[in-house]
């Protein structure tokens, strides 16, 4: 079997010096995979998420033991912009649209990092248009004016005018409506398969992440307790009963 795209194996983060977050968390991601990763309020999702893509520092966090492999390079010392040039974005919890700047203007700061010039960039933008016409017809909105949903459309669309190879895509489904939550889901499907984008996402919203997902991890307390298949994952009892409210 070839090596997966996202390797890490092991890693504890602290906060501050002495907080220990994650205690040896493990978790692969196959090039082209959509994987879940699961767990409660204050799990360690987010913080799993940060040390992958190098966000760590701005938090006081830092990996301090095991090791975060790309296609078997050593990641976890590189900066965050070193890991956009890799291909890694991370669309981040609670959206982070610039409120003051238009939808379109938010969609172009994905692109600060291309060098492959402005017809590129362009098209990229009318495929991110193709992938949520919602965005098109708001184009010219400020972004504080509209909805959560296409707040969240708008980070991700943001995260792909980067031409990434993998998002990392954190708790999408959060304060959404659910028949949004499906549309964001729908168009995360389509862009794996169409687009071929790795995802790595955090999710509170089980039951949803593991009907879009192929593999899931779940986490609590900042250890992995359980990974599988999806659809396992969706018929083990211990999921059903503490994750999936149907026990
Ligand atoms: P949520 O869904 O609430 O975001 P999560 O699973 O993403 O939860 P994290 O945000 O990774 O969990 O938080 C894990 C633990 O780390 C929590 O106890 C949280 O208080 C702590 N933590 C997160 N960020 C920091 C930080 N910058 N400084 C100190 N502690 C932090």
Redesign the pocket.
């Known amino acids: 079997m070839s090596a997966p795209l996202l390797n890490v194996n092991g890693i504890e983060v602290i906060?501050?010096h002495v907080?220990l977050?994650l205690k040896g968390v493990s978790l692969q991601v196959p090039e082209g995979g959509v994987v879940a990763l699961l767990?409660?309020?204050?799990?360690?999702?987010?913080?799993?998420l940060?040390a992958v893509s190098n966000l760590l520092a701005g938090?006081?966090?830092e990996v301090t033991k095991g090791s975060i492999e790309l296609r078997g390079e050593r990641i976890e010392k590189l900066s965050t912009s070193a890991m956009v040039e890799r291909g890694v974005i991370q669309v981040m919890?609670g959206r982070h649209c610039f409120a003051h700047l238009s939808i379109e203007e938010n969609l172009m700061t994905g692109a600060y990092t291309r060098k492959d010039g402005k017809g590129a960039i362009n098209a990229t933008l009318e495929k991110v248009y193709n992938y949520f016409p919602r965005l098109k017809t708001r184009r010219g909105s400020q972004a504080a004016y509209t909805s959560g949903g296409e707040q969240q459309m708008c980070a991700i669309g943001r995260a792909l005018m980067a031409n990434p190879k993998m998002v990392l895509l954190?708790?999408p489904s959060m304060g959404l409506a659910p028949q949004i939550v499906e549309e964001v889901f729908e168009i995360v499907k389509d862009l794996n398969q169409r687009e071929k984008v790795t995802f790595l996402l955090?999710e509170?919203n089980t039951h949803m992440a593991l009907r879009y997902a192929d593999h899931g991890y779940i986490?609590e307390s900042?250890r992995i307790v359980m990974e599988g298949a999806a659809k396992d994952l969706r018929e083990n009892e211990d999921v059903k009963e503490f994750y999936l409210g149907m026990g």
């Open positions: 906060y501050n907080i977050v767990g409660g309020n204050g799990a360690g999702k987010t913080t799993t940060r938090e006081r966090g919890e954190d708790e955090a509170q986490l900042g």
